[in-house]
């Protein structure tokens, strides 16, 4: 911006004759900015007072940039530059508000499927739009269902080598309804099993112990190697009496409590 005062306060001719008259080349004032002395330095001011606060949050976010990434060799004008950060940070506005207006959590933009999404949107054809609801819902939501079940079979295949810690602690879903869910883990890593939603139930000892000795039927007392709960010593003590039929399996139990 001052330099285009600059050029608007001074007429500059290059150094070669003009129009054949043979006069040289100079420099001088330009008349018109002269009889509007007092605009010019108030307009003059005005751009001294932006290039010093900034005009806009945007504009300092864009000048620390440039200075932060001077030192980085590019083959971008600087125009070019501000003009990509403007356009990132529209795009990054609109995920904003994306996240904002459907209630999805930030943490979201560290899940490495959210970025496998962006990567992929990327290198979509132009024009692309993202599928309908009916798609959704249906060939694609059964697409990743099989594709989760490949995946976690591989582990449910260890299970008969390795054996498992079945984990269980309570949660509640997008509904606020109580749900305790159960996973099964060991060294190839956790596959979720299944949830049972509690409500209206009693989270007694009885009532999670009998839900734990379901867990363990379902997956094998023999492939059984520890059951990991936040719960109370009391309610431990119950289970491991409850739990004494299955002492005999090739592993054994250990009920491990965290509160």
Known sequence: ???????????????????????KAEIRRCPAILAYREKYIKLLKK??????TGVSKLLNFLIISKKHNSGSS???????????????????????????AN???????????????????????PGYKAPWRE????????????????????????????????????????????????????????TFMYAKDFSGVEKTGQ??????????????PSHVLQIVNPTTQKIARRWEKRLKRYTNTSFGLLIVYTL
């Not at 209630?103 to 054809?125: R, Y």
């Not at 060939?139 to 079979?153: A, T």
């Not at 582990?155 to 008969?160: A, E, G, P, Q």
């Open 135 to 190: 798609k959704a819902r249906t060939v694609l939501l059964d697409e990743c269902l099989r594709d989760v079940e490949k995946y976690s079979s591989s582990i449910k295949d260890t299970l008969f080598k390795q054996g498992v810690s079945i984990v269980a602690d309570g949660w509640s879903n997008v509904k606020h309804e109580p749900l305790i869910n159960v996973l099964a883990v060991n060294s190839h890593g956790a």
């Open 47 to 52: 751009v001294q007072n932006a290039e010093k």
């Open 74 to 100: 590019s083959s971008k004008k600087p125009i070019e530059q501000v003009i990509s950060s403007m356009e990132i940070h529209t795009v990054d506005l609109k995920i904003m508000w994306g996240l904002c």
């Open 103 to 125: 209630g999805i959590p930030f943490n979201v933009l560290h899940n490495p499927q959210f970025h496998e999404m962006v990567s992929a949107i990327n290198k979509a054809p």
């Open 207 to 220: 009532a999670i112990s009998n839900y734990l000795l379901g867990a363990t039927e379902k997956i094998g």
């Open 1 to 23: 911006m001052k330099s285009l005062l600059l050029g608007l306060g001074i007429a500059k001719i290059q150094g070669v004759q003009k129009y054949g008259c043979g006069k």
